[in-house]
């Protein structure tokens, strides 16, 4: 999908990108979107521990039942 892309697509880009937000608001919109993205991994992750003990948890339960 982004292979498609060049340098000027690009550029273009982070130019409307810096004309939206501006070069004060660009260091907040960043952190904001890593910390969207570490709370989204970490959710997945959550989710993947909790799935793999439900899972355990019926195995457990039918050995012994």
Same mark, same amino acid.
């Given at each position: 999908?982004f292979q498609n ?19 004060? /608001?660009?260091?907040s919109v960043g952190?904001?979107? =890593?910390?969207?993205?570490? #709370?989204? $991994?970490?959710?997945?992750?959550? /989710? ?7 899972? =355990?948890?019926?195995?457990? #339960?039918? $050995?012994?039942?």
């Amino acid at each position: 999908m982004f292979q498609n892309f060049g340098i000027w697509q690009i550029a273009l880009i982070l130019v409307i990108v810096l004309l939206l937000f501006g070069v004060g /608001k660009l260091p907040s919109v960043g952190k904001g979107m =890593g910390q969207a993205i570490n #709370e989204f $991994k970490s959710a997945i992750d959550n /989710k993947d521990k909790k799935s793999d003990s439900d899972s =355990g948890d019926e195995a457990d #339960e039918a $050995k012994t039942g």
